[in-house]
T-cell receptor, first 111, second 118 residues
Framework: DQQVKQNSPSLSVQEGRISILNCDYT??????FLWYKKYPAEGPTFLIS?????DKNEDGRFTVFLNKSAKHLSLHIVPSQPGDSAVYFC??????????FGQGTRLTINP | NAGVMQNPRHLVRRRGQEARLRCSPM?????VYWYRQLPEEGLKFMVY????????ESGMPKERFSAEFPKEGPSILRIQQVVRGDSAAYFC????????????????FGNGTRLTVT
């Protein structure tokens, strides 16, 4: 029973272009959505979040979009930089602090 | 201001042995969460504890796994009689009391313990 899916295991983007990472979910009760970034041999690091009452949140180069009717979450990174190469996880929660994670997308930024 | 500290970073155990994973939360944090990441998968919730109390253990396997967070000292995730399928990265996160994710207080994770069962 996979409530949160990241259908692209990997993504390759040219430096300077836009990276778009996607996430779909099935549980309409989720009310808070987050993106985490993970480098090898490190723990996930919080990147950006959005609550269910909004459809967009921006922080510098990172923008998260939420489409509740489609149950779809996306992360845009522009312009992409080599240091952005990492595994990106979407995560979501229903009220409490228990996070449900997607499987991750490995982003590679090519110089 | 130290972050979430986990040790050991790497742990190798033979089948049937016990594994003990430790997590010291960030200073001032009284809530601890354990997550497991199997190879090529996302993180899966295991258990949520506060000092001397298990709040939610709905993600813990029914047998061989236990967790505690004593009044003094780190939180311990204990796996008895390990099997090859227990090989994974185990991550701990912490948060202050009361504050929830919905109030812009995302979980902060440690760097994990990578358990290998041979």
């Amino acid at each position: 029973d996979q409530q949160v899916k990241q259908n692209s295991p990997s993504l390759s983007v040219q430096e300077g272009r836009i990276s778009i990472l996607n996430c779909d979910y099935t549980n309409s009760m989720f009310d808070y959505f987050l993106w985490y970034k993970k480098y090898p041999a490190e723990g996930p690091t919080f990147l950006i979040s959005i609550s269910s009452i909004k459809d967009k949140n921006e922080d510098g180069r990172f923008t998260v979009f939420l489409n509740k009717s489609a149950k779809h979450l996306s992360l845009h990174i522009v312009p992409s930089q080599p240091g952005d190469s990492a595994v990106y996880f979407c995560a979501m929660t229903q009220g409490a602090q228990k996070l449900v994670f997607g499987q991750g997308t490995r982003l590679t930024i090519n110089p | 201001n130290a972050g979430v500290m986990q040790n050991p970073r790497h742990l190798v155990r033979r089948r049937g042995q016990e594994a003990r994973l430790r997590c010291s939360p960030m200073k001032g944090h009284s809530h601890v969460y354990w997550y497991r990441q199997l190879p090529e998968e996302g993180l899966k919730f295991m258990v949520y504890l506060q000092k001397e109390n298990i709040i939610d253990e709905s993600g813990m396997p029914k047998e061989r796994f236990s967790a505690e967070f004593p009044k003094e000292g780190p939180s311990i995730l204990r796996i008895q009689q390990v099997v090859r399928g227990d090989s994974a990265a185990y991550f701990c996160a912490s948060s202050p009391a009361i504050v929830t994710i919905a109030k812009n207080s995302p979980l902060h994770f440690g760097n994990g313990t990578r358990l290998t069962v041979t």
